[in-house]
């Protein structure tokens, strides 16, 4: 089994302890992320796993969903409000259950692919080991939104180098995602990991590098922190502009949070 499907796992393994310890009326919290409750963040979670399953089995499976999901958009109704209207009722512990048992599935269904297979998804085409780094990515950041609320304090591990890897090699669909040209070519990252171990990417560069903590960085990428609310020390034009609009996931363009709008409760 590919390293990346087992990191995915204990990632939601991880979401699922906290979310076990939640109320029901904490799933009915408002995080920081677009005013989305507890509730809606774990539900598109699902939802983005249920389509990752799909896209998995078969290209078209995976087209015809999307088709629907944007026929049923057409009116202007948000990203969360379909995935409601598609999922009714599914709530708290009954939810967590469903969305357990689908991101167990849905490894089980990477775990049975040939590596090198190229996966539909909202951006470009991904190999299964992107792919899978996609889904622990979009549930380590929606994850930080509800530790966020919750006030908790999130234990972090080495297995973030995958986020910090789509991270870094997203640097071109920042900007192509913008229609935008890139400033230049990218920059030299280096990382300090959780553990203290030091992640590089590309040559290292006096003019042009972003350094600093593993965890910061990946915060930046998936835009659970803005870059104003990091430590990280950005170098050269084509960093700056980077970092500011970093932007690792699919979809459409997404501006950052502002400085200060993203924070651990007390």
């Known amino acids: 089994m590919l390293q990346q499907i087992i990191d995915f796992r204990e990632e939601g393994a991880e979401l699922r302890a906290l979310l076990s310890t939640l109320g029901d009326a ?8 677009k005013d989305w409750t507890v509730n ?4 598109h979670l699902h939802a983005s796993d249920i389509n990752a399953a799909a896209s998995v089995r078969d290209a078209a499976e995976y087209e015809a969903l999307r088709r629907d999901i944007q026929d049923r958009r057409k009116d202007g109704l948000s990203m969360i409000e379909e995935t409601r209207r598609r999922y009714p009722g599914l709530r708290g512990k009954a939810l967590l259950a469903r969305w357990w048992q689908q991101l167990e599935d849905l490894c089980a269904l990477l775990a049975a692919k040939d590596p090198a297979t190229r996966l539909v998804w ?6 299964v080991r992107m792919f899978t780094t996609a889904r622990q990515m979009e ?3 929606h994850g930080q939104e509800i530790y966020d609320v919750m006030g908790r304090e999130r234990v972090f591990h080495d297995r973030l180098r995958n986020v910090a890897e789509i991270g870094v090699r997203t640097f071109g669909w920042t ?6 040209p890139p400033p230049g070519d990218v920059p030299y990252v280096r990382l300090a990991a959780p553990s203290g171990a030091v992640w590089e990417w590309n040559a290292p560069s006096a003019e042009s590098a972003v350094e600093g903590d593993g965890v910061e960085f990946c915060q930046v990428v998936t835009q ?6 990091t430590r990280l020390k950005v170098t ?3 960093a700056r502009q980077w970092m500011a609009l970093a932007q690792c996931f699919a979809g459409p363009p997404n501006d950052p949070p502002p400085k200060g709008a993203r924070f651990r409760a007390a």
């Open 26 to 33: 904490d799933w009915e919290r408002t995080t920081l992320f």
């Open 40 to 43: 809606d963040v774990v539900l």
């Open 122 to 127: 909202a951006g470009p085409t991904m190999a």
């Open 139 to 141: 549930t380590w950041a």
């Open 175 to 180: 900007f192509a995602n913008r229609k935008l």
């Open 224 to 229: 659970t922190r803005n870059i104003g609310d």
């Open 236 to 238: 050269g034009e084509v």
